[in-house]
């Protein structure tokens, strides 16, 4: 009878408490949005299945060793990011998967990028106002550039307590561009600047694509190393396309070892989920905060476009400026959207994937500022 009540106490039911429950609730919540809604379904579905394995009572899974027991599975595929390994391997699929010749045709679209990147600095200066330390407020806002990889590679070094609620909030608002932004781009744009057409890119050479990598991390390697390890990668995954000799590499950066590293880093970012780091008034503020700076970056990368297209004499539809924020490809295809909502025959995503770039460059070089300077 005494081994029956020890098995009933080492069980879920009998240490089961509300923080619990009302975690695994999330985790299901987004386990609904990425499956249902397929919001960003590649790395909500590792996550929110991250949430349910750490928030089960007793759950083992991020158990620290100790006496010679080792530790959970999920603690040590945390490793790869508490040592800043997953992000810029994910960095690296990004630049094999993406083509940079809308930028490189035109580079001015780079503007575009840097501009809508004013969201992360605008919500830093909040965040310090509201009592945060400089360390938490830079991992807060960086969640304004909609990149996750970056958001999480901040958070991990800088402030690894809030990492579950920055890689949610930064997921979730990536996956919610669709709904974000169009208002904010309809709110700043006249039906006639959203019917701009414009003008058919010129084609890049093989050689200007072989050369923008390395002239990218030739240059930011030399003004700011602490951004190496994401710009490195990503140029080292977009050269591995380009140059037509590591055709292996390029695939391979672009399937299996980047499918590897979105399930370990989705189950990872979901295990730092818990009740105990997770349900506070710090992460409210953070999933607010974020909206924020997300918000920011949009209207300020429209803004810009809106001065771009009045210095080219309606030239630049304005509303590439939104696909500044990053969220590749997904904000370049919102513009595709919107643009199209008052001229059906207007086609934007290309376009758009020159800020779009931009804006994965500048998310980058703010984390690299960030962390050079904090």
């Known amino acids: 009878m005494d081994k029956f009540f ?6 879920g039911f009998a240490n089961i408490e509300i923080s619990s429950l009302a975690m695994m609730g999330i985790g299901l919540f987004l386990l609904y ?6 919001y960003e379904p590649l790395l909500l579905v590792p996550i929110s299945f991250g949430i349910l394995l750490v928030n089960f009572p007793l759950s083992p899974m991020m158990a620290q060793p100790e006496n010679g027991q080792p530790g959970g599975l999920l603690h040590y595929l945390y490793l790869g990011i508490e040592l800043g390994i997953y992000p810029p ?20 679209t ?8 004013a969201g992360i600095f605008a919500t830093f200066l909040a965040m310090l106002a509201l009592g945060f330390t400089d360390l938490e407020a830079a991992a807060i806002s960086i969640i304004g550039g909609a990149d996750g990889p970056t958001a999480i590679y901040l958070s991990s070094q800088m402030a690894p307590h809030l990492l579950g609620a ?24 006249t039906k006639k600047e959203r019917m701009i057409e414009m003008q058919e890119l010129r084609e890049t050479s093989r050689r200007e694509r072989i050369l923008f990598p390395i002239i990218v991390i030739l240059v930011t390697g030399l003004f700011l190393p602490t951004a190496l390890p994401l710009l490195g990668m990503l140029m080292l995954g977009n050269l591995f396309r380009e140059c ?3 055709d292996r590499l390029s695939k391979a950066a672009q399937n299996e070892l980047n499918n590897i590293i979105v399930i370990f880093l989705g189950l990872t970012v979901g295990a730092k989920c ?15 905060f974020g ?29 590439i400026g939104a696909a500044g924020v990053s969220a590749v490809p997904m904000s370049a295809r919102v513009c595709q959207t919107v643009g199209q909502e008052d001229n059906p025959s207007n086609f934007l995503l290309m376009f758009a994937m020159g800020p779009n770039v931009g804006g994965v460059i500048g998310s980058a070089v703010a984390a690299g500022i960030f962390l050079a300077v904090l």
Request: aromatic fraction near 10%.
């Open 89 to 108: 391997l994910i960095f690296m699929g990004i630049g094999a998967l993406t083509d940079f010749s809308p930028l490189i045709s035109n580079p001015k």
């Open 274 to 288: 818990s009740a105990y780091y997770f349900l506070t008034v710090e992460t409210i503020q953070i999933l607010i």
């Open 166 to 189: 920055i890689s949610v909030a930064a997921y979730s608002y990536m996956a919610l561009v669709p709904m974000i932004q169009p208002p904010i781009m309809r709110l700043l744009t």
């Open 6 to 11: 020890y098995f009933i106490n080492q069980t």
């Open 244 to 246: 037509g000799v590591t």
């Open 291 to 319: 909206l924020v700076a997300f918000s920011i970056g949009t209207a300020t990368g429209v803004l810009m476009g809106k001065l771009m297209c009045l210095a080219t004499g309606g030239k630049v539809n304005p509303l």
């Open 33 to 38: 949005l990425g499956i249902a809604k397929k």
């Open 110 to 117: 780079l503007l575009l990028g840097a501009a809508a990147q």
